[in-house]
């Protein structure tokens, strides 16, 4: 093991729901609709039932190898060469998914918050929280998501609760009015999320008790779909199916529609502030899993050292990454899946598989 921490199971479950949160509070309502039109929520609702086979597969595994990272049970499976090329892939996974969203939050605060701030400032500056939450150890972060939590859940409800008044039944209707067919294509944009939280088996082997952390682990993704699919019926329901697919940030501007007794409004920093929490937490686990993974790799002791350098090149890689709006929204709506697919489903059945035929050709 890199990391000697030890997280609890109730931090678990808390990493895992912020975790699968991320960015995807933003951008899921948009992305769904494109496809589900107003039946974008009932894509969300099936991801309720692929979150949970997805939670077993990576409990299975990780049960299976119980005090081992990813990047040690996939050489002990697959071998010392192949083994090491897997984790490798699995290690870029991790790097690029990290770069993206620091992107994201340049892009969003520079957007709509701080118009006039270069995006290479507000790039450093999140990355510097990130890298000391990293060298901090897991302890460290996950209790510090502990703390976020509850004024995550305050936010979000407040925010729910606030902007109730404006929705309007009529916007979800008509239901399933052409077919099945865009439901399922919504719901192929929205799994794409889900697939990231394969990134949490690197934390599985720090939870005190295993038998703990898979329930943990699926209570986490269970609020990861709650969140996701409310959050997705509000912004049909209020703004409507056109609007939403239009916006590219149609949670934010659920909270710029926000007016009680016309004095007050205009409360989008509530939005902000609850994708800030959620995406310090994804960013930072992506960005420890990804250290934790080089230091592995090249048989280093402590991951700490390559935290400083590992961020300069994430800064490069993520304004390559995204040279213009329109780029991003087309590989995050036609390539992110595919890909993550790869990572999130097809890596983790191999390693599964071949594990558990290895294991009856020994017996």
């Given at each position: 093991?890199?990391d000697n921490g030890h997280?609890s ?6 990493l895992?729901?912020l975790?699968?949160i991320g ?6 309502p ?7 039109k107003q039946?974008a ?15 077993y597969?990576?409990v299975s595994?990780?049960?299976r190898?119980?005090?081992k990272?990813?990047f040690q049970?996939s050489q002990?499976?697959?071998?010392k060469?192949m083994?090491?090329a ?5 290690i870029s996974?991790f790097?690029?998914d990290a770069?993206?969203m620091?992107m994201?939050?340049?892009?969003f ?5 701080m118009q ?5 400032i ?17 302890e460290t972060?996950?209790?510090?998501s502990?703390?976020?939590f509850?004024?995550?859940?305050l936010?979000?409800f407040?925010?729910i609760?606030f902007?109730?008044?404006?929705i ?5 209707k008509p239901?399933?009015a052409h ?7 919504g719901?192929?944009?929205?799994a ?11 934390l599985?082997?720090?939870?005190k008790?295993?038998?703990?952390a898979a329930?943990a682990?699926?209570?986490g993704?269970?609020?990861?779909n ?6 997705t019926?509000?912004?049909i329901?209020?703004l409507g199916?056109?609007i939403t ?7 934010y501007t659920?909270?710029?529609k926000?007016?009680?007794g016309?004095?007050f409004?205009r409360?989008?920093v509530l939005?902000a502030?609850?994708?800030f929490?959620?995406l310090?937490?994804?960013i930072?686990?992506?960005y420890?899993?990804t250290s934790c993974?080089i230091?592995y790799t090249?048989?280093?002791r402590?991951y700490r050292?390559?935290t400083?350098p590992?961020?300069m090149?994430m800064?490069?890689v993520a ?6 709006r329109p780029?991003?929204?087309?590989f995050v709506s ?7 697919l ?8 191999l390693?599964?598989s071949?594990?558990?035929?290895r294991k009856?050709t020994v017996?």
């Amino acid at each position: 093991m890199i990391d000697n921490g030890h997280i609890s199971a109730r931090q678990f479950m808390i990493l895992v729901a912020l975790f699968g949160i991320g960015d995807a509070i933003l951008y899921v309502p948009s992305l769904t609709a494109t496809a589900a039109k107003q039946d974008a929520w009932i894509s969300t609702l099936i991801g309720w039932g692929e979150g949970f086979l997805l939670t077993y597969l990576y409990v299975s595994l990780s049960m299976r190898y119980p005090n081992k990272t990813i990047f040690q049970f996939s050489q002990e499976i697959l071998g010392k060469w192949m083994g090491k090329a897997v984790a490798v892939l699995f290690i870029s996974y991790f790097f690029i998914d990290a770069s993206l969203m620091l992107m994201e939050i340049g892009d969003f605060v520079t957007t709509q918050i701080m118009q006039e701030t270069p995006i290479e400032i507000i790039l450093v500056l999140f990355l510097v929280i990130i890298v000391m939450g990293v060298r901090s150890g897991t302890e460290t972060f996950s209790r510090v998501s502990e703390l976020l939590f509850p004024y995550f859940l305050l936010l979000f409800f407040v925010l729910i609760a606030f902007i109730s008044p404006q929705i309007k039944i009529e916007n979800a209707k008509p239901v399933l009015a052409h077919g099945i067919a865009p439901v399922i294509g919504g719901n192929f944009r929205y799994a794409g999320y889900l697939l990231e939280t394969v990134i949490l088996i690197v934390l599985f082997p720090l939870v005190k008790r295993p038998a703990r952390a898979a329930k943990a682990y699926i209570l986490g993704i269970l609020l990861v779909n709650f969140f996701l699919a409310m959050i997705t019926a509000v912004a049909i329901l209020v703004l409507g199916a056109d609007i939403t697919i239009l916006l590219t940030y149609p949670s934010y501007t659920l909270a710029q529609k926000i007016s009680i007794g016309n004095f007050f409004e205009r409360i989008e920093v509530l939005m902000a502030v609850i994708w800030f929490i959620t995406l310090f937490v994804k960013i930072t686990v992506c960005y420890y899993a990804t250290s934790c993974g080089i230091a592995y790799t090249l048989g280093l002791r402590d991951y700490r050292h390559l935290t400083l350098p590992l961020g300069m090149i994430m800064i490069v890689v993520a304004l390559a990454t995204m040279p213009n709006r329109p780029y991003f929204d087309a590989f995050v709506s036609d390539i992110w899946m595919p890909y993550s697919l790869t990572y999130g489903l097809f890596l983790p059945v191999l390693l599964l598989s071949v594990g558990a035929l290895r294991k009856k050709t020994v017996c």
